[in-house]
C-alpha cells in the first residue's frame, strides 16, 4: 500500500522493545486491507478481543498515512481496551504510541493534540522527503504514484 509492504513492516513492528512484553510479540493479528474510493473517516481500526486490524487504502494515501495508521492500530492492540473515559485513546495509549513511533521510526517531539491521527503521518513524511530513499524504512518503492502500488 503506497510503496509500503505492510505485512512485512507489521513484522518488523511486532519486534520493537515497546510490545516486547506484550501479546503482539508473541502472535501475528489478522491483518486487513479495506479499499476506498475516497479518503474514509476511518483510516483503521483494531478488534483487541478477535486479534485483528483493518488498514484502508485510499487514492492519495501517502506512505506516512499507511505506517502511522498501522503502528497505531497495533498500539491499540497492544494496550486494549481500558475502563472510563478514556476507553482507546487515553494517556497509556499516547504515551505507547509515542515511544514505538520513536523506536520504530525515529520520531520524536511530536504531540498530537485534538486528533490522533495525522500528527505522526506529517510527521513520517517530512522524514521520508528529507531523507529520501536513504531512508530505513520499506518505502523503497513509495516514489511510485501514490495510489499505483497498493499492494
Ligand atoms: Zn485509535
Known amino acids: 500500500m503506497a510503496g509500503v509492504d505492510l505485512r512485512r513492516e507489521m513484522e518488523r ?15 501475528a493479528p489478522e491483518l486487513k486491507v479495506r479499499r476506498s474510493g475516497t479518503r474514509p473517516n476511518r483510516l483503521g481500526f483494531a478488534i483487541p478481543d478477535e486479534w485483528r486490524l483493518s488498514v484502508t487504502a ?5 506512505p506516512g498515512d499507511v505506517l502511522e495508521t498501522l503502528l497505531h492500530e497495533l498500539v491499540h492492540l497492544h494496550v486494549g481496551r481500558l475502563r472510563g473515559r478514556h476507553r482507546w485513546h487515553g494517556p497509556l495509549f499516547k504515551r505507547t504510541l ?3 513511533m520513536a523506536e520504530a521510526y525515529g520520531i520524536v517531539d511530536v504531540r498530537p493534540r485534538n486528533t490522533l491521527h495525522g500528527a505522526y503521518a506529517e510527521a513520517l513524511e517530512a522524514r521520508r522527503l528529507r531523507e529520501g530513499e536513504q531512508l530505513e524504512l520499506p518505502l523503497a518503492t513509495a516514489i511510485a504514484p501514490i495510489g499505483v502500488a497498493l499492494s
Open 58 to 62: 485510499y487514492p492519495e494515501i501517502r
Open 98 to 100: 509515542s515511544r514505538a
Open 13 to 27: 513492528l511486532r519486534a520493537l522493545p515497546v510490545f516486547a512484553d506484550g501479546p503482539l510479540a508473541r502472535s
